[in-house]
């Protein structure tokens, strides 16, 4: 399987990741969230730099469309370009939880990765956070360039997104998709 390779030399560096998220103060800047909310949101996804793991090849842009089913049912994985080392299952998961009204999918994905439940819900704060993180990625690549990113429906339905959580402390933030 594929994460199980060890992928300690194109591991992600979280902190670098965190750096240019929050470059600027861009999204306070922006009028994209209020300090508080920023401050609530930094806090959280600065738990990435406390994980302790031993990077293993992830996708990094496993979505529906990156993926090919043959006709014996194998599933193959393309687009390869963002891979890098990453904590496993919760890369995975997170990415998996973020697909647009697949909880069919989620449900196949933790089954095919040899998941139990009990399993699945041990590794949801991570996977929460990751999906927070990769949220905050996609407004801040997605928010135009004169930042008027209200006029952009995109942006505004991932800021409405993150916006939704009421408690950036709870273990589970985005309730889309989970078994």
């Known amino acids: 399987m594929v994460h199980q390779i060890p992928a300690p030399e194109i591991a992600m560096d979280y902190k670098d990741t965190l750096d240019e998220l929050f470059e600027n103060d861009f999204y306070v800047n922006a009028?994209?969230?209020?300090?508080?909310?920023?401050?609530?949101?930094?806090k959280r996804v600065e738990e990435v730099l406390e994980w302790k793991f031993a990077p293993m090849l992830c996708h990094y842009n496993l979505n529906p469309g990156n993926t090919v089913v043959d006709k014996e049912n194998n599933i193959w994985l393309i687009d390869w370009e963002t891979a890098n080392g990453n904590i496993v299952p919760q890369l995975e998961l997170a990415e998996v939880?973020?697909?647009?009204?697949?909880k069919e999918g989620v449900a196949?994905?933790?089954?095919?990765?040899?998941?139990?439940?009990?399993?699945?819900?041990?590794?949801?704060?991570?996977?929460?956070?990751?999906?927070l993180m990769k949220w905050l990625g996609a407004i801040k690549s997605f928010c135009p360039e004169n930042l008027n990113w209200k006029d952009d429906g995109k942006t505004t339905r991932m800021v409405e997104k993150v916006l939704?959580?009421?408690?950036?402390?709870?273990?589970?933030?985005?309730?889309?998709?989970?078994?």
């Open 164 to 179: 939704a959580v009421s408690d950036f402390d709870a273990d589970v933030l985005f309730a889309q998709n989970l078994l």
């Open 97 to 102: 939880c973020m697909w647009k009204d697949r």
């Open 31 to 42: 009028n994209i969230f209020s300090v508080e909310i920023f401050q609530k949101i930094k």
């Open 108 to 131: 196949a994905f933790v089954s095919g990765y040899g998941l139990s439940q009990e399993e699945f819900d041990a590794v949801m704060r991570d996977v929460q956070t990751i999906m």
